[in-house]
């Protein structure tokens, strides 16, 4: 891999900046503080003035904020109960071992991306001087060359005899249901004990006509970048594949519940849109 060519993806920046953007302009509470990710990114002094860093983004950066503290919450509980690994599906600029040094360096952390993105974020750490700790794991992952991420992670060093959390936020919408249910397939397969927290997109129609329009503009932006959205699911159709896929226990958490928990004493109208992207949470 030449290093020099190596690039971030761009999906993953913009949403580093708004978990940023949050901090920096939202007033407290926080839904969760990220400045790291900005850091990595070293945008222009001007990032904030943006096009998709504008006021109609707000609504979908209240999902990204939710959907991570979520996760974040998730796996403190996990690790509370002796759970040792945590596996990031398409990790991008995610910052838990900087930010969580208290957790992190109590579990492996498995960080799964394509290789270019991987390697630039790797030599950021290094030159910004965060380091790559031994409990750090990097899991480049060629998809378009047809690697398959499981025997990439046991590769690794992860133990499949051992449960572990396993993350999938903002990336199914970019799978085909076959990619989708492969990838259930191979999680339910895992220790019993291992869940699976992924997010996923109701169908834009499901959206209130103000926030449609946004989801439709963002899906012009990715189908334009070569990466469209494939995949949407309503709750009980993402639970049937799970189920079927071998998960004994099938959750999922609405968009509404997500404003409810992290959103409810808010007086700035932050909170993410109903029926929008919602997390299933499946348990082997």
Same mark, same amino acid.
């Given at each position: 891999?030449?290093? &020099?060519?190596?690039? !971030?993806?761009?999906? =993953?920046?913009?949403?580093?900046?708004?978990?940023? /953007?949050?901090?920096? @302009?939202? +007033?407290?509470?926080?839904?969760?503080?990220?400045?790291?990710?900005?850091?990595?990114?070293?945008?222009?002094?001007?990032?904030?003035?943006?096009?998709?860093?504008?006021?109609?983004?707000?609504?979908?950066?209240?999902?990204?904020?939710?959907?991570?503290?979520?996760?974040?919450?998730?796996?403190?509980?996990?690790?509370?109960?002796?759970?040792?690994?945590?596996?990031?599906?398409?990790?991008?600029?995610?910052?838990?071992?900087?930010?969580?040094?208290?957790?992190?360096?109590?579990?492996?952390?498995? &960080?799964?991306?394509? !290789?270019?993105?991987? =390697?630039?974020?790797?030599?950021?750490?290094?030159? /910004?001087?965060?380091? @790559?700790? +031994?409990?750090?794991?990097?899991?480049?992952?060629?998809?378009?060359?047809?690697?398959?991420?499981?025997?990439?992670?046991?590769?690794?060093?992860?133990?499949?005899?051992?449960?572990?959390?396993?993350?999938?936020?903002?990336?199914?919408?970019?799978?085909?249901?076959?990619?989708?249910?492969?990838?259930?397939?191979?999680?339910?397969?895992?220790?019993?004990?291992?869940?699976?927290?992924?997010?996923?997109?109701?169908?834009?129609?499901?959206?209130?006509?103000?926030?449609?329009?946004?989801?439709?503009?963002?899906?012009?932006?990715?189908?334009?970048?070569?990466?469209?959205?494939?995949?949407?699911?309503?709750?009980?159709?993402?639970?049937?594949?799970?189920?079927?896929?071998?998960?004994?226990?099938?959750?999922?958490?609405?968009?509404?519940?997500?404003?409810?928990?992290?959103?409810?004493?808010?007086?700035?109208?932050?909170?993410?849109?109903?029926?929008?992207?919602?997390?299933?949470?499946?348990?082997?």
């Amino acid at each position: 891999m030449n290093q &020099e060519r190596a690039t !971030p993806d761009q999906t =993953a920046v913009r949403t580093a900046l708004w978990r940023a /953007l949050h901090v920096e @302009v939202d +007033p407290l509470p926080h839904v969760f503080e990220d400045r790291v990710g900005l850091v990595l990114a070293a945008p222009d002094a001007e990032w904030q003035s943006r096009p998709d860093m504008g006021p109609f983004t707000r609504p979908f950066r209240a999902s990204i904020l939710a959907r991570a503290r979520f996760v974040e919450d998730f796996v403190m509980k996990q690790a509370e109960q002796g759970v040792q690994q945590y596996v990031i599906l398409g990790a991008g600029l995610d910052t838990f071992v900087q930010r969580r040094p208290e957790l992190a360096t109590h579990m492996h952390v498995f &960080e799964i991306d394509q !290789p270019g993105p991987q =390697a630039w974020k790797h030599q950021r750490l290094l030159e /910004l001087g965060f380091g @790559v700790p +031994p409990h750090l794991h990097f899991v480049p992952v060629d998809f378009e060359a047809g690697d398959r991420w499981w025997e990439r992670l046991m590769a690794a060093g992860f133990d499949p005899v051992r449960p572990a959390v396993v993350a999938s936020t903002g990336v199914s919408m970019y799978l085909t249901r076959t990619a989708i249910t492969t990838t259930l397939q191979h999680i339910a397969s895992l220790a019993p004990g291992t869940t699976l927290v992924m997010s996923f997109m109701l169908p834009p129609g499901r959206l209130a006509p103000d926030i449609r329009i946004g989801v439709e503009r963002a899906m012009e932006g990715a189908r334009a970048s070569g990466t469209p959205f494939i995949s949407f699911f309503m709750p009980d159709e993402i639970m049937d594949l799970a189920r079927d896929a071998g998960f004994s226990t099938v959750g999922h958490v609405s968009a509404a519940e997500l404003a409810a928990r992290y959103f409810a004493d808010r007086t700035d109208g932050l909170r993410p849109p109903d029926n929008s992207e919602e997390l299933l949470v499946a348990t082997v």
